[in-house]
C-alpha cells in the first residue's frame, strides 16, 4: 500500500527529494528512463550539501535539458510504502515549471523527453505521479 499526503511546509532537513511538474508551450513534459519503458515527472534526490531548491533546478536541468524556465514550490509531499525506506513516511518538495527552452543534449541516466498533450497512461510510479498532478491542479498551480 502507498500512501501519499500533502502539507504547507516540513522541516527542511526531512526534504530528500524534489519533483517538477513541467510544461513547454502548454504541454507536457515527461521523461523516460534508459532502463525503463515508463515515463515520469523529472525529479530526484537532494544531494548533500543542496538546498531543495537547488535540487529541483539540477534534476530539471539534468532530466529534461531545460535551460530557461521560471519554477516555483508547489507543497511539500509524503510517501509512506511498505518496500520503499523500511515504510517510512518520506518528504519531498513539489515544483511546477514553465520551460521555454532547452539544452539538446541529456546529462542523465534519462533516454528521452516526451512533449505532449496528453498524459501518460504508463507511469513508472502510477500510484504517486498522478496524485502529484492532482494536488498541484487541486492548488490551482496548473
Known sequence: MVKVKFYDNVDDK??????IISKTGGKWVLCKHKERDTYEVP?????????????????????????DYK????????????????????????????IKSFEKELHSEIEKI???????DNWTYPLIQPKLIEEATKRKII
Request: net charge negative; glycine share 10%.
Open 71 to 98: 519554477i516555483r514550490p508547489v507543497c511539500v509531499y509524503s510517501v509512506t510504502a511498505e518496500n520503499n525506506f523500511d515504510g517510512k513516511e518520506t518528504f519531498g518538495m513539489l515544483y511546477y515549471a514553465d
Open 43 to 67: 525529479g530526484g534526490h537532494r544531494e548533500p550539501g543542496e538546498t531543495i531548491s537547488e535540487t529541483a533546478k539540477r534534476e530539471l536541468y539534468e532530466e529534461t535539458g531545460a535551460v
Open 114 to 120: 516526451m512533449i505532449t498533450d496528453k498524459l501518460t
Open 14 to 19: 526531512l526534504l530528500k527529494f524534489a519533483v
